[in-house]
């Protein structure tokens, strides 16, 4: 008498002890966990006016999320000085005086920095044209702040 003996085909394994099972259950936990705290810190501020362009969204800084968890976003007023003494440099002070204009007058909350963004063209403009021809390009904005500012940088 021949004993037949079968053989499964399917490997048989202890169930939940496997490095994979390990891993797979680390995970159910913890991504939940960091999907949730990413949402509900994807927003950093609001602007509840319905402006677009006064929105900030953390998802645009993730992309640098090393270089920006380190310093804070800048303030609106900052981002156009800076970007105004850029255009004094390619183009003339006459340029990012009018921006500087246009810019106050669309947004009359920077009116309370247009005095020192113009110093700050001021003093720029003196030390690519020199006093006198940086004071060629003085005009009405923000008061005299222009001025005072290429009179500061020339004294």
């Known amino acids: 008498m021949k004993h037949s ?3 499964s085909t399917t ?4 169930r939940g002890r496997g490095p994979a099972r390990r891993i797979g259950r680390s995970l159910a936990f913890v991504l939940p966990v960091v999907l949730v705290l990413s949402g509900t810190l994807a927003v ?8 677009p362009s006064d929105s900030v969204l953390a998802a645009s800084e993730a992309s640098s999320s090393k270089a920006s968890s380190a310093r804070v976003a800048r303030a ?16 003339d002070p006459g340029v990012a005086l009018t921006h500087l204009q246009q810019a106050v007058n669309e947004r009359p909350s920077l009116a309370d ?4 963004i113009a ?4 003093r720029a403009a003196v030390k690519v044209y020199g ?3 940086a004071q060629s390009y003085a005009r009405p904005v923000c ?11 020339h004294s």
């Open 76 to 91: 609106p007023h900052e981002v156009l000085r800076d970007r105004l003494l850029t255009e004094l440099q390619e183009e």
């Open 113 to 116: 920095h247009c005095a020192t």
């Open 143 to 153: 008061d005299t702040a222009f001025a005072s500012g290429v009179l500061a940088a």
């Open 119 to 122: 110093r700050a063209l001021g």
């Open 44 to 51: 950093t501020r609001v602007d509840w006016s319905g402006d």
């Open 5 to 7: 003996v079968k053989h």
């Open 131 to 133: 006093p006198t021809r």
């Open 11 to 14: 490997r048989q394994t202890r």
